[in-house]
T-cell receptor, first 119, second 110 residues
Framework: GAVVSQHPSRVICKSGTSVKIECRSL??????MFWYRQFPKKSLMLMAT?????????EQGVEKDKFLINHASLTLSTLTVTSAHPEDSSFYIC???????????????FGAGSRLTVL | DAKTTQPPSMDCAEGRAANLPCNHS???????VYWYRQIHSQGPQYIIH???NNETNEMASLIITEDRKSSTLILPHATLRDTAVYYC???????????FGAGTILRVKS
């Protein structure tokens, strides 16, 4: 089955630094990937849609300059949290559909998530 | 975009069937119903999806009412490892994204 890999699974950084999280589709190509954020005991919140070869589409209220998304290839999307602050501490999860087809029958596969802690 | 309503929590005895309901009364004709679950500190895991007909796979069964306004996910023989948050999601018609609601916390007890 389709596998989405995220790296790192856990990261701790100091306030003011930037952190990059990678999302890879291991056995399929994905023209579109999605980034979610999850706070403790809360549901997943969609942050942005990452489009291969073009700019990401951000959900309302998500700061584009804070959360930089790059989708440079059909198998890799990256999320960079810039100038991180403690309130950016969260669980970040990426997901992807296979590139072939765009119907409701396509199954979105999720990565295992990356837990960011900003000190 | 169609939204879903799920009970916040449910308990189920180990070995018994777990029936998780979901209301999606504003679903459109071309929107699918997806079920995912999330075990603590992991990414969501796909369970099953359907459009109109009932569906079954190795994990679960999905029963969709004839008017498509509600559905039920059935885990036939729940185990302790099935304890998780279960999300019922309706696929946004205009795009690929999935919007998550609050989900149902299923606690399987021995």
């Amino acid at each position: 089955g389709a596998v989405v890999s995220q790296h790192p699974s856990r990261v701790i950084c100091k306030s003011g630094t930037s952190v990059k999280i990678e999302c890879r589709s291991l056995d399929f190509q994905a023209t579109t990937m999605f980034w979610y954020r999850q706070f403790p005991k809360k549901s997943l919140m969609l942050m942005a849609t990452s489009n291969e070869g073009s700019k990401a589409t951000y959900e309302q209220g998500v700061e584009k300059d804070k959360f930089l998304i790059n989708h440079a290839s059909l198998t890799l999307s990256t999320l960079t949290v810039t100038s991180a602050h403690p309130e950016d501490s969260s669980f970040y999860i990426c997901s992807a559909f296979p590139a072939t087809g765009n119907s409701g029958a396509n199954v979105l596969t999720f990565g295992a998530g990356s837990r960011l802690t900003v000190l | 975009d169609a939204k879903t309503t799920q009970p916040p929590s449910m308990d189920c005895a180990e070995g018994r069937a777990a029936n998780l309901p979901c209301n999606h009364s504003t679903i459109s004709g071309n929107e699918y119903v997806y079920w995912y679950r999330q075990i603590h500190s992991q990414g969501p895991q796909y369970i099953i999806h359907g459009l109109k007909n009932n569906e079954t796979n190795e994990m679960a069964s999905l029963i969709i009412t004839e008017d498509r306004k509600s559905s039920t996910l059935i885990l036939p023989h729940a185990t302790l490892r099935d304890t998780a948050v279960y999300y019922c999601i309706v696929r946004v018609a205009r795009g690929n994204k999935l919007v998550f609601g609050a989900g149902t916390i299923l606690r399987v007890k021995s």
